[in-house]
Nanobody
């Protein structure tokens, strides 16, 4: 079984920064894409940023230039550096990871973290 745990959320004033971390652990034979999603009350969950195993990234238009996603493959960890935060960034942020959790098959499963609250005050 694989566990995905996020950390780093909190309360910050507009213009401030936060760094989220997400570590996957357990029965892991490889990790493909990792990403961050967020969901605000009354809205659908949306992709914030994702990163492939090779380091290719993509971002939602609303966070381009402000957020940076990165990963440490040795630690099975993905990070989200959030700068110039805005009140509209307030949401629960969820980490996910596409994990190869079987051997010798190449089947993968997507795991989600429990979410971490990010609140940006005006």
């Amino acid at each position: 079984q694989v566990q995905v745990v996020e950390s780093g959320g909190g309360l910050v004033q507009a213009g401030g920064s936060l760094r989220l971390s997400c570590a996957a652990s357990g029965r892991i034979f490889g990790v493909n894409n990792m990403g961050w999603y967020r969901q605000a009350p009354g809205k659908q969950r949306e992709l914030v940023a994702s990163i492939s195993s090779g380091g290719s990234t993509n971002y939602a238009d609303s966070v381009k230039g402000r957020f940076t996603i990165s990963r440490d493959n040795a630690k099975n960890t993905v990070y989200l550096q959030m700068n110039s935060l805005k009140p509209e960034d307030t949401a629960v942020y969820y980490c996910n990871a596409d994990v190869r959790d079987t051997w010798p098959s190449r089947i993968t499963s997507v795991y989600w973290g429990q979410g971490t609250q990010v609140t940006v005050s005006p």
